[in-house]
């Protein structure tokens, strides 16, 4: 498979300027600048480009919403707060390729007319911010940012600001509070930041990954990067896998590859340890509803599940899953549901902002009950509750973090409610791992609580 954002990741001294200009790095930035800003931008909307956070949103069609009033400054904001649980792809970017994320700003700033834009990076990556300000320092030596950019007239600043660990920042309204010193706190919708957003000004949010792709977007050509992948699952996604595999770490697909070809290729995954089964997969970060095998591995339709947004999301959220942001977490045959449900519970009741009720309250009251079945105190009853608790969470609340609590839930619930039971009806058992059945074996799985 061809590369395009790897491509150059293991070229020694790819972290410079200099190796990554050899390299080609900072040719697609020169091609930018012979075109006018709207051309950039329709570009980027051939190319088919998705959003890589996880929301999957056109990139061209949210960068045409950016309002232009005159005399009003207009803001790129590169979200790097990159906290959901299985995820590290855009790490990987910042930390060992950070030019292409620098070239991508400077492309993307200039489409849209910004003259400032910022990286808002968690606060756990606390080597990284380092690397891009040298990253940063090295492009503006060269010429590529300040002043009169390459003698267009055109002026670009980008500054690095580290985010204080909150997972709520991750929200592009939340960072856009944090960034203007605020509590990170999500706003409400509308106004949308194209046309209020940081300083009440407009503004773009996009992810690394999202950034970075606009280079090879803009280097070959939007309708050549929409000829890879399928439909509208367009270009390669950067996959950070991890969990019950032979081979963790971060991979480039183009989506026409499935996902048992994923999880056992030696190219990707490498497969599980030990020769034991694969149990189920949560495809896109800890958010994302888990997908017993049977499912992942065949659609509700017969056909292979395949790593793009379309075919992981097949069946919607009964049968279904979503590309998320790309974590990619693997259980074997011995992983506990329960035990992964409740690590996740006690996070997301953790990094709740309290601003909303069902999400304040909600949470931890999940937390508790998974807590209590967990430790073989609990009920038949307490599964039921914990349904009728996420369903009062889900879309009740003013930004997606409820629904991330909620449907990892959920899922578990619907797919392995059996397990749920299990806990319940042997609180004897000293071992708190849990297998049961074949879920390799391709039969419907039918939700029991409704």
């Not at 620098?102 to 911010?129: D, V």
């Not at 891009?132 to 009169?148: R, S, T, V, W």
């Not at 490498?270 to 694969?278: E, W």
Request: net charge negative; with cysteine.
């Amino acid at each position: 498979m061809k590369k395009l954002l790897l491509k150059d990741a293991h070229v020694e001294g790819i972290r410079t300027y200099d190796v990554y200009r050899k390299q080609g790095g900072y040719t697609a930035a020169e091609k930018a600048f012979k075109m006018q800003p709207d051309e950039i931008t329709e570009e980027v909307k051939t190319s088919g480009l998705r959003g890589r956070g996880g929301a999957g949103f056109p990139t061209g069609l949210k960068w045409s919403f950016l309002a232009k009033p005159e005399g009003v400054p207009r803001y790129l904001v590169v979200n790097a707060d990159e906290s959901e649980p299985g995820t590290f792809k855009d790490r990987y970017l910042m930390e060992f390729i950070p030019h292409i994320l620098i070239e991508g700003m400077l492309i993307s700033s200039y489409a849209l007319g910004a003259n400032t834009a910022y990286i808002y990076i968690r606060g756990e990556y606390s080597w990284i911010p380092d690397i891009l300000e040298q990253a940063i320092d090295e492009a503006k030596a060269a010429g590529f940012l300040g002043k009169n950019i390459l003698g267009t007239g055109y002026d670009l600043e980008i500054y690095v600001h580290r985010g204080a660990g909150a997972y709520i920042c991750g929200e592009e309204t939340a960072l856009l509070e944090s960034l203007e010193g605020k509590r990170g706190n999500p706003r409400l919708k509308p106004p949308f930041p194209a046309v209020k957003g940081l300083w009440a000004c407009p503004t773009v949010v996009n992810n690394v990954e999202t950034i970075a792709a606009v280079v090879p977007i803009l280097d070959m050509g939007g309708s050549e990067y929409a000829k890879i992948g399928v439909g509208k699952s367009t270009g390669t996604k950067l996959i950070s896998a991890c969990g019950n595999i032979n081979k963790p770490g971060v991979y480039e697909i183009d989506m026409t590859i499935t996902v048992e070809e994923f999880i056992y290729s030696d190219e990707y995954c490498g497969g599980i340890p030990n020769g034991k089964k694969l149990k189920a997969c949560i495809p896109g970060g800890s958010s994302v509803p888990i997908v017993p095998a049977n499912l992942l591995l065949q659609t509700i339709s017969g056909a292979p599940r395949y790593m793009n947004y379309e075919s992981l999301a097949d069946g919607g959220f009964a049968t279904g899953t979503m590309m998320g942001s790309g974590g990619f977490i693997v259980l074997d045959e011995d992983q506990s549901v329960v035990q992964h449900t409740l690590t996740l519970a006690r996070f997301y009741a953790h990094e709740s902002c309290g601003q909303c009720t069902p999400c304040r309250e909600g949470t931890p009251w999940m937390f508790k009950i998974l807590q209590k079945i967990y430790s073989g105190n609990g009920t038949m009853a307490d599964i039921d509750l914990l349904w009728d608790i996420q369903r009062k969470i889900e879309g009740n609340t003013i930004c997606p973090l409820g629904d991330a609590a909620a449907w990892p839930v959920a899922a578990a619930i619907r797919h392995f409610r059996d397990e749920f039971e299990w806990y319940i009806d042997n609180p004897e058992s000293q071992t708190r791992n849990y297998g049961i059945g074949n879920y390799a074996d391709p039969l419907p799985v039918v939700a029991k609580a409704e």
